[in-house]
Nanobody, 115 residues
Framework: VQLVESGGGLVQPGGSLRLSCAASGFTFSSYYMSWHRQPPGKERELVATISRSGGSTNYSDSVKGRFTISRDNAENTVYLQMNSLKPEDTAVYYC?????????WGQGTLVTVSS
């Protein structure tokens, strides 16, 4: 089971980024997926979750209305579209799957929001 994030980088406040998480080694369409982030010096926190079909999503209050989680089960990929980015969104972003009761994380991708 492997998760590989991409798409992070430096962006100005108010800008947008789309993160991708490519999954392999398991039946992607059978699992809920989630995005998490860890700001510098802080604990890792949940950002968004998405159901197996993509029909149900949930967001933390801090990103609701600005971020959108989606998935492409044909491509085994989950996305996080981030709009209206703020400096406080600066963090390493991780995707996660709970596979056979074990949390599997990607390596993370760094998002820096700064002018």
């Amino acid at each position: 089971v492997q998760l590989v994030e991409s798409g992070g980088g430096l962006v100005q406040p108010g800008g947008s980024l789309r993160l991708s998480c490519a999954a392999s080694g398991f039946t992607f369409s059978s699992y809920y997926m989630s995005w998490h982030r860890q700001p510098p010096g802080k604990e890792r926190e949940l950002v968004a979750t998405i159901s197996r079909s993509g029909g149900s999503t949930n967001y933390s209050d801090s990103v609701k209305g600005r971020f959108t989680i989606s998935r492409d089960n044909a491509e085994n990929t989950v996305y996080l579209q981030m709009n209206s980015l703020k400096p406080e969104d600066t963090a390493v972003y991780y995707c996660k799957v709970v596979y056979r009761f074990v949390a599997v994380w990607g390596q993370g991708t760094l998002v820096t929001v700064s002018s």
